[in-house]
C-alpha cells in the first residue's frame, strides 16, 4: 500500500501562484511515476502533471504547460506542483497519484494510477 497526502490548496486571486506537496509513504518502490490530478465541479477528472521517481522530465497537459512545474524530492518521497499564474479556470481539487508506467505513454491516464490522496482544495478568484 501507498499513502498519500496533498497540503499546500487555498483559495488566491488570479495571477497568484501556490505549490501544493504530496507526501508518499508505504511502499512507494512500488510506484515509478506520480501524477496530479484535477476535478472541477461537475467536471471529469482531468490529468494536470505527472513526474518519474527515476526522472526530472515533467508531463503537462496543454492547459498548464509554461505555469505549472512538477518537482519530486526522493529523500523525502514528496512531489510537488508550484503553479504559476493561475486562473479561474483552474478552480479545482488536485489529487496526487502514485502508479506503474514503463512505457512513458500512459502517464496521463488516470488507469496507470492505483493510489490516490483525498486532495486539495484550490480556488482562484478573477
Known amino acids: 500500500q501507498v499513502q498519500l497526502v496533498e497540503s499546500g490548496g487555498g483559495l488566491v486571486q488570479a495571477g497568484a501562484s501556490l505549490r501544493l506537496s504530496c507526501a508518499a509513504s508505504?511502499?512507494?518502490?512500488?510506484?515509478?511515476?506520480m501524477g496530479w490530478f484535477r476535478q472541477a465541479p461537475g467536471k471529469e477528472r482531468q490529468f494536470v502533471a505527472a513526474?518519474?521517481?527515476?526522472?526530472?522530465?515533467?508531463y503537462y497537459a496543454e492547459s498548464v504547460k509554461g505555469r505549472f512545474t512538477i518537482s519530486r524530492d526522493n529523500a523525502k518521497n514528496t512531489v510537488y506542483l508550484q503553479m504559476n499564474s493561475l486562473k479561474p479556470e483552474d478552480t479545482a481539487v488536485y489529487s496526487c497519484?502514485?502508479?506503474?508506467?514503463?512505457?512513458?505513454?500512459?502517464?496521463?491516464?488516470?488507469?496507470?494510477?492505483?493510489?490516490w490522496g483525498q486532495g486539495t482544495q484550490v480556488t482562484v478568484s478573477s
Open positions: 513526474i518519474r521517481w527515476s526522472g526530472d522530465n515533467g
Open positions: 497519484a502514485a502508479g506503474v508506467d514503463y512505457t512513458g505513454y500512459y502517464y496521463s491516464s488516470m488507469s496507470t494510477y492505483n493510489y
Open positions: 508505504g511502499r512507494t518502490f512500488s510506484s515509478n511515476v
